[in-house]
């Protein structure tokens, strides 16, 4: 199963042709017989269908309406309150997508996603209170269903030159940029997935992406009675095949033991690293 959102935050003009094309790319790499999905975080609400028809999910992609002069996520945005419509969305997908089996997957493409409590905070910025549930409560809802997260920013690199001319990503400062593409980083860590930042040609990782969750490992296990107080714990996975990298949950949360808290992991071959010992260990989270 495999989700594709298109998030309000999508900016106008070249990044929107860029994001028809990451998904385009993605339906041209489903599996045989495999369901998908075009999903837009606007209107609130807006319905969607997993279908396995190509056609449809092509026609899906170039009729959905995307791409907006400014990327908020703030109190004065009126289309999507504090980017709290974006967090709902995911949450909503991961928790139709909990009991099923088999791979899911959910490509991000959008600017920045409101997951930071200290992103909005400060005169003018009154979101915290508001992002921090919805944040909480995504990613809870991520964890219980195994849902990959690969984030896709289709605005490229950002140059001086064009917040100048006021083209491609200029509705962003550059300090707002490097905070929108943290956000996103902290996104595809925390849901067992990466970041595809920066980059002209964001299309052409796709076909990676996508083959990387073909092939993955679930490891289970019974948390110990006297491990302390519940809550979130972290969870840090190591293999001893030199030069791996390993890409896997962050953690889990006890008190919801036996609804999806298996851990995905991926051994993803790499170039041999200056002084690597035999292990190699999670990404951040």
């Known amino acids: 199963m495999t989700a594709i959102l298109l998030d309000h935050t999508i900016e106008r003009g070249w990044p929107v042709a860029a994001a028809r094309r990451i998904a385009l790319g993605a339906v041209d790499e489903l599996q045989a017989q495999e369901r998908a999905a ?17 056609e449809t999910l092509r026609d899906a992609i170039a009729t959905t ?73 995504m990613f809870a809802a991520i964890r219980r269903a195994n849902l990959v997260i690969h984030a896709i920013d289709p605005g490229g690199t950002r140059t001086p030159a064009a917040y100048a001319a006021g083209t491609r990503g200029a509705s962003l400062t550059p300090q707002g940029a490097s905070a929108a593409l943290a956000n996103l980083q902290i996104l595809a860590d925390r849901a067992g997935g990466r970041a595809v930042l920066s980059d002209n040609r964001p299309e052409l990782a796709v076909p990676d992406l996508l083959t990387e969750s073909d092939t993955y ?14 809550g979130f714990r972290p969870v840090d996975v ?9 890409i896997t949950r962050c953690g889990y949360d006890p ?10 992991t991926g051994e993803e071959p790499a170039g041999p690293a200056a002084g690597t010992s035999g292990t190699a260990s999670t990404s951040k989270c």
Not at 40 to 54: A, E, I, K, M, V
Not at 238 to 246: F, I, Y
């Open 217 to 230: 490992y679930l490891v289970g296990f019974y948390p110990s009675a006297d491990e302390g107080p519940r």
């Open 38 to 54: 075009v999903i837009s975080t606007l209107p609130p609400g807006r319905s969607y269908q997993f279908t396995t028809d190509r």
């Open 65 to 137: 309406p995307i791409g907006s002069w400014q990327v908020k996520n703030s109190m004065e945005d009126s289309q999507c309150l504090c980017g709290v419509c974006t967090l709902d969305t995911i949450r909503n997908v991961a928790a139709a997508l909990q009991h099923l089996p088999n791979r899911k997957v959910l490509l991000f493409v959008g600017s920045t996603i409101e997951v930071s409590s200290t992103s909005r905070t400060g005169p003018g910025h009154d979101c915290a209170m508001r992002t921090q549930r919805a944040t909480d409560e």
């Open 255 to 264: 008190s919801r033991v036996g609804v999806g808290n298996t851990a995905r």
């Open 238 to 246: 190591q293999v001893r095949r030199s030069g791996a990298r390993v």
